[in-house]
């Protein structure tokens, strides 16, 4: 059989659907289409949900903790979400299994979305904003997770770890600590091989 895992946890008709699409073009010209096994998403996967716990954790042994955990994901519009697609909920959804995980109480912990652009409203809250407000408020030292990604990129290294960061200082904040994504580390393998061998047919 053909197991095919997006590498988006959370799915979106933008994202995940996108792969399912291109896929289905490609096997459009396949004469004897094999059996197929789509993984649709992996928010709530608890060898994911453990491996993202174990990053924070990881950080923190490593760094002071700081006053409040944001869990940023990548944006989407808010007609997506109006239309019925899931995505923002499967982001609450992780966000919620990694802060029980870690023992976090409700304000300890928050969800909140990057990467808007043009002029339409996008799923809120907006990451900017909220650095700014918590700054503005007080609270001095944070760190940051980009659960949604599975490795760093331009979004996590640059507009996070770096512009995100620059406005949080600018308004008051002291300390902002990005958490790598899980990019090529064992834990993270680990959950992807158990997520493959999970949709194996003698596995059902």
Do not use: M
Not at 20 to 39: G, M, N, T
Not at 109 to 130: I, M
Not at 162 to 177: A, D, L, V, Y
Request: charged share 25%; aromatic share 12%.
């Amino acid at each position: 059989p053909l197991i095919v895992v997006p590498l988006f946890p959370q799915y979106s008709s933008s994202t995940t659907a996108a792969v399912f699409d291109s896929l289905a073009r490609q096997l459009a010209h396949c004469p004897d289409i094999p059996e197929l096994h789509f993984v649709r998403d992996y928010h709530q996967f608890e060898p994911y949900i453990d491996a993202l716990a174990r990053s924070v954790e990881h950080h923190w042994r490593q760094h002071a903790r700081g006053e409040r955990l944001l869990f940023s994901f990548h944006g989407i519009p808010e007609s997506y979400q109006q239309k019925g697609d899931p995505y923002a909920g499967e982001c609450l959804a992780t966000a919620r299994l990694v802060a029980q995980k870690l023992g976090l109480h409700e304000n300890q912990y928050s969800v909140a979305f990057q990467s808007r652009f043009g002029r339409q409203e996008w799923v809120k809250p907006y990451t900017y904003k909220l650095l700014i407000e918590w700054a503005e408020q007080g609270i001095r030292k944070i760190d940051v997770i980009c659960p949604g990604f599975a490795t760093d990129c331009l979004e996590t290294l640059e507009e996070i770890a770096i512009q995100n960061k620059e406005r949080f200082i600018e308004h008051g904040g002291e300390t902002f600590n990005y958490i790598p994504c899980l990019n090529d580390t064992p834990e993270h393998a680990r959950a992807l091989a158990r997520l493959v061998l999970s949709r194996q047919p003698d596995k059902q």
